[in-house]
C-alpha cells in the first residue's frame, strides 16, 4: 500500500494531518502527473471541501495547468465528466463514507476512473521528491464547468429502458445523507417520472441526518419512508455518492451483496458470458449466478480502485463490493450510486415483480461484517499472529481464512481508518453468527494482547 494514498484515494483529518500546505503540494504532485490541463474539480458538501478547492486550482495555476470547478457533485459524476467532456484528469475533494472532520483527494484518469496503484506510487515520488513542474511560460486559469451533473444524468438513461421505467410511474424513497446525490438523483427519478420520497436531502457538511456511511443500522428513516408511502424501492446513498445500500418493497434493508446478486443476474440474464470482477470478501454466490449464465467471475483485493482498473483491461461489464459500491462497464468503470439505481429501476420494469420476490429467487446467501478498533501498529501483529493459527490462508490482503467455499473469515485492515474490519459468509445464519462472535472476540483478544 502506498504511503499517502489508502484503499480510496488520499484521506486524513482536516486541518491536522490533511493540511492545506500538505494539499498544496499534493495538488502540485498530482498536476505534474497529469502534466496538461484542463482538469476538472469536484467537490462533496464537507465544510473544508471549497477552501480545499481554492487552494488545489490555485496549485495547479501555479503550474501552468488550467483547471474547472464543476462544485458539489458525487464522485462518479466528476468521473463521468472528465471522461465525456474531455478533460486530462479530474480530481475528487471528498473522504467519501468517513466522519465530518476528514477529508481528501481522490484522482481520476482521462478515461474517468481512478487511477491505478501504479500511478499512485508515481504521484507519491513526485510528491516527496518536490519533482513538480517548474514556473510555467504562462500561468493557468480557472473557470466553472456547468455541464456535469447534465452530462452525467444523460449517460445513465441511456444505459436503461427509459421508456418503459417512465410508463410504471414508480414510487421510490430516497436517503440522501445529506451528501452530493441530493444534487442528481431526485433530478434523475423526476426525469423518469418517478414520485420521490426523500429524507435528508439538505447538503451539510456535518452529516447530521444518519451519519455519511449507510449501514443496515442506520437506515430504519429509509425503510419507514418506504413503508409509509407503499413505495416501490429504498436507496441510501454514501457521502460522495459512489455506493447505494438498497431497501426492499416491504422496507427490509439489503445488503450490499444482496443487491449486486439482483443487479447482475438481471444484466447477465440480457449479456451471458460476461465477465464479473468482484473482491475477495464478497460472498460465493456470485460464481453460482455466473454459472448459471455461462459467465465468469475475477476475484481482486478489496477496494474500488482494484476493481475498477481490473475491469477496464478486461472489458468486464459488472463490477462490485460488498459495501453497496456497483460498477456497470458500459456506462463507466468506477462505483456509481445512481447508475446503480437506475438498473434497478430497470430491473422492476423489465420484470413487473416487487422487489422481494426477485429476493426470494436469488440462492440464499448469509453474509456479515463488523469492525474493531485497531492502530495500524497493531494490525501487522495481528494478521501475523492470525497467519500462524491458520498457515494455509490466503494472505493476499489482509487474512481470508476459508473452512470451505461456503463458510469463511476474512480480517483486514482499513486503509481509511484505524480499525480492522471482520467479514464472513456461512452456510446458514446460525452458523454465520457463531463464526462472527468466535472471530470478534479472537481478534480483540490479540489485539488486547499487544503492547505499544
Avoid at 494539499?23 to 497529469?34: I, K, R
Wanted: hydrophobic share 35%.
Amino acid at each position: 500500500m502506498a504511503k499517502f494514498f489508502g484503499t480510496n484515494g488520499i484521506r486524513g483529518v482536516f486541518s491536522e494531518d490533511f493540511t492545506l500546505e500538505f494539499v498544496h503540494d499534493m495538488a502540485l504532485a498530482m498536476g505534474t502527473y497529469f502534466e496538461k490541463g484542463p482538469v476538472l474539480i469536484g467537490y462533496d458538501g464537507r465544510t473544508s471541501s471549497p477552501a480545499i478547492c481554492k487552494v488545489v486550482s490555485a496549485a495547479l495555476n501555479s503550474i501552468g495547468i488550467d483547471c474547472n470547478v464543476a462544485g458539489i457533485v458525487p464522485t462518479p459524476c466528476l468521473e463521468f465528466a472528465v471522461k465525456g467532456l474531455g478533460y486530462s484528469g479530474g480530481l475528487m475533494i471528498t473522504a467519501s463514507h468517513n466522519p465530518p472532520q476528514y477529508n481528501g483527494i481522490k484522482p481520476c484518469a482521462k478515461d474517468g476512473v481512478e487511477i491505478s496503484r501504479e500511478d499512485e506510487l508515481i504521484i507519491e515520488d513526485i510528491y516527496l521528491k518536490k519533482g513538480w513542474l517548474g514556473k510555467p511560460a504562462k500561468w493557468g486559469i480557472t473557470g466553472t464547468e456547468n455541464r456535469a451533473i447534465q452530462t452525467y444524468l444523460k449517460g445513465i438513461i441511456s444505459h436503461v429502458d427509459s421508456k418503459l421505467i417512465e410508463s410504471k410511474h414508480f414510487k421510490v424513497a430516497l436517503d440522501l445523507g445529506n451528501g452530493a446525490q441530493a444534487v442528481s438523483a431526485p433530478n434523475f427519478c423526476e426525469l423518469l417520472d418517478c414520485e420521490t420520497f426523500l429524507v435528508n436531502q439538505k447538503i451539510d457538511g456535518a452529516f447530521p441526518g444518519r451519519g455519511s456511511e449507510p449501514t443496515p443500522q442506520n437506515l430504519s428513516e429509509l425503510s419507514k419512508l418506504v413503508r409509509e408511502n407503499n413505495a416501490d424501492v429504498g436507496i441510501a446513498f454514501d457521502g460522495d455518492g459512489d455506493r447505494s445500500i438498497f431497501c426492499d418493497n416491504n422496507g427490509h434493508i439489503l445488503t450490499g451483496d444482496k443487491s449486486a446478486l439482483v443487479l447482475t443476474q438481471h444484466i447477465l440474464k440480457k449479456n451471458p458470458g460476461s465477465l464479473v470482477v468482484t473482491c475477495l470478501n464478497s460472498g460465493s454466490n456470485i460464481e453460482v449466478l455466473a454459472d448459471k449464465y455461462a459467465s465468469k467471475v475475477v476475484r481482486t483485493k478489496v477496494g474500488s480502485v482494484e476493481v475498477s482498473r481490473k475491469m477496464v483491461p478486461t472489458y468486464a461489464l459488472i463490477g462490485f463490493e460488498e459495501n453497496g459500491g456497483f460498477m456497470y462497464g458500459k456506462h463507466n468503470q468506477v462505483r456509481d450510486g445512481c447508475m446503480t439505481l437506475a438498473l434497478m429501476l430497470d430491473l422492476l420494469a423489465t420484470s413487473g415483480k416487487p422487489l422481494t420476490e426477485e429476493i426470494a429467487n436469488l440462492p440464499p446467501s448469509f453474509t456479515a461484517k463488523d469492525k474493531v478498533p485497531c492502530s495500524s501498529g497493531q494490525a501487522p501483529g495481528l494478521i501475523s499472529s492470525l497467519k500462524g493459527e491458520f498457515p494455509d490462508s490466503d494472505t493476499s490482503d489482509g487474512i481470508k481464512i476459508t473452512i470451505d467455499p461456503k463458510n469463511w473469515v476474512m480480517i483486514r485492515p482499513s486503509g481509511t481508518e484505524p480499525l480492522v474490519r471482520v467479514y464472513a459468509e456461512a452456510e446458514s445464519q446460525e452458523k454465520l453468527d457463531t463464526l462472527m462472535s468466535e472471530y470478534l472476540a479472537k481478534v480483540n483478544s490479540i489485539i488486547s494482547r499487544q503492547h505499544f
